[in-house]
């Protein structure tokens, strides 16, 4: 059975790939997830903060009237609470490149243009196989249209590719007003790979304390069914590769991500509820029902439940909006 795939220009032995997160903080695990079969690594983002306070040597700090807001920037970590801090996040970076036989993508997270975007040289020449930019993004401000708001985003993308020699790819939010528009302007811009989606987060409010209470929510399953439907759509009308991430947790969840147009899955959750073993289990049971139902490897399995094989894909949608709606009984 070949589950070979190639994402970013990446040879890949299978399409399971560990996605941004903590599991690679440490070379031990790392090393037990390539054991455990995983194709490829990217390791937690570095984000566009860290990098500029750090190059500006300064301590982060607010005026105190904002410290009453739940988007107060005194919120944002202390340099020591990261784990790896930008010069750690390199030498981190190069000591993984040569311990693992399996590639290496880096990660940044940032909004905006500007001199951060030097820093992706230095992630470059630490060894990073590719680049996976987090366009995480909570649009807040009134006066900002969808379009300034997009126009930015591909202006840094344009930035980063430009600095780069390596793949680029971006990871999206799921909230764009026309996502197909602005994903194949982020490919002009120069991404190579799309990644659907990045999760927000979602604080509660502490009624007794009256405050935002941050909380850190694994994924489910439930959560693949907006992935699989823009994958489904993107797939055939964006020339990029397309790796899914949030929602995959058992083999099913992962067969239908190929079938609607996935290159890779990336996996977090799962693999941090139940380990490394997890990706060998996936992968055995992947291979199992692939000669089940005869198939010859993974690209004859990928894209066959997307869109594109639809003539009408918006009559589609709509056609099945409907029906659903009117299948309602009381």
């Given at each position: 059975?070949?589950?070979?795939t190639?994402?970013?220009?990446?040879?890949?032995?299978?399409?399971?790939?560990?996605?941004?997160?903590?599991?690679?903080?440490?070379?031990?695990?790392?090393?037990?997830?390539?054991?455990?079969?995983?194709?490829?690594?990217?390791?937690?983002?570095?984000?566009?903060?860290?990098?500029?306070?750090?190059?500006?040597?300064?301590?982060?700090?607010?005026?105190?009237?904002?410290?009453?807001?739940?988007?107060?920037?005194?919120?944002?970590?202390?340099?020591?609470?990261?784990?790896?801090?930008?010069?750690?996040?390199?030498?981190?970076?190069?000591?993984?490149?040569?311990?693992?036989?399996?590639?290496?993508?880096?990660?940044?997270?940032?909004?905006?243009?500007?001199?951060?975007?030097?820093?992706?040289?230095?992630?470059?020449?630490?060894?990073?196989?590719?680049?996976?930019?987090?366009?995480?993004?909570?649009?807040?401000?009134?006066a900002?249209?969808a379009?300034?708001?997009?126009?930015?985003?591909?202006?840094?993308?344009?930035?980063?590719?430009?600095?780069?020699?390596?793949?680029?790819?971006?990871?999206l939010?799921?909230?764009?007003?026309?996502?197909?528009?602005?994903?194949?302007q982020?490919?002009?811009?120069?991404?190579?790979?799309?990644?659907?989606?990045?999760?927000f987060?979602?604080?509660?409010?502490?009624?007794?304390?009256?405050?935002?209470?941050?909380?850190?929510?694994?994924?489910?399953?439930?959560?693949?069914?907006?992935?699989?439907?823009?994958?489904?759509?993107?797939?055939?009308?964006?020339?990029?590769?397309?790796?899914?991430?949030?929602?995959?947790?058992?083999?099913?969840?992962?067969?239908?991500?190929?079938?609607?147009?996935?290159?890779?899955?990336?996996?977090?959750?799962?693999?941090?509820?139940?380990?490394?073993?997890?990706?060998?289990?996936?992968?055995?049971?992947?291979?199992?029902?692939?000669?089940?139902?005869?198939?010859?490897?993974?690209?004859q399995?990928?894209?066959?439940?997307?869109?594109?094989?639809?003539?009408?894909?918006?009559?589609?949608?709509?056609?099945?909006?409907?029906?659903?709606?009117?299948?309602?009984?009381?």
């Amino acid at each position: 059975m070949n589950l070979q795939t190639t994402y970013l220009g990446l040879n890949l032995k299978n399409p399971l790939v560990v996605g941004a997160s903590p599991l690679g903080d440490k070379l031990d695990r790392a090393r037990q997830l390539e054991d455990a079969g995983a194709s490829a690594i990217v390791f937690h983002s570095l984000f566009e903060e860290q990098i500029k306070r750090d190059a500006e040597a300064t301590e982060f700090h607010t005026t105190s009237h904002a410290e009453s807001s739940a988007e107060a920037t005194s919120y944002f970590p202390l340099q020591d609470e990261f784990v790896h801090g930008p010069d750690e996040y390199l030498a981190h970076l190069s000591k993984a490149r040569e311990a693992l036989s399996i590639p290496v993508i880096a990660s940044l997270n940032g909004v905006t243009p500007g001199g951060w975007l030097e820093y992706a040289k230095r992630i470059e020449e630490a060894g990073a196989d590719a680049l996976e930019l987090n366009l995480y993004h909570v649009p807040t401000d009134p006066a900002e249209s969808a379009a300034a708001v997009e126009s930015r985003l591909i202006q840094t993308v344009e930035g980063l590719h430009s600095h780069i020699k390596i793949p680029l790819s971006v990871k999206l939010s799921p909230y764009h007003t026309a996502p197909v528009h602005f994903t194949n302007q982020l490919v002009k811009a120069g991404a190579r790979g799309l990644v659907l989606f990045n999760r927000f987060f979602q604080p509660d409010i502490d009624i007794e304390l009256l405050e935002a209470s941050p909380r850190l929510q694994l994924s489910e399953s439930t959560e693949l069914l907006l992935r699989l439907r823009w994958l489904a759509i993107l797939e055939g009308q964006c020339e990029a590769d397309l790796a899914l991430t949030g929602g995959v947790h058992n083999t099913q969840d992962a067969i239908k991500s190929l079938m609607a147009g996935a290159t890779v899955i990336q996996l977090v959750s799962s693999l941090l509820r139940h380990g490394p073993s997890h990706l060998s289990s996936l992968l055995e049971s992947l291979q199992d029902w692939l000669t089940q139902h005869e198939y010859e490897s993974i690209a004859q399995l990928r894209g066959c439940m997307s869109l594109k094989h639809c003539p009408d894909p918006a009559a589609y949608e709509r056609g099945n909006y409907m029906r659903i709606l009117q299948g309602w009984r009381m």
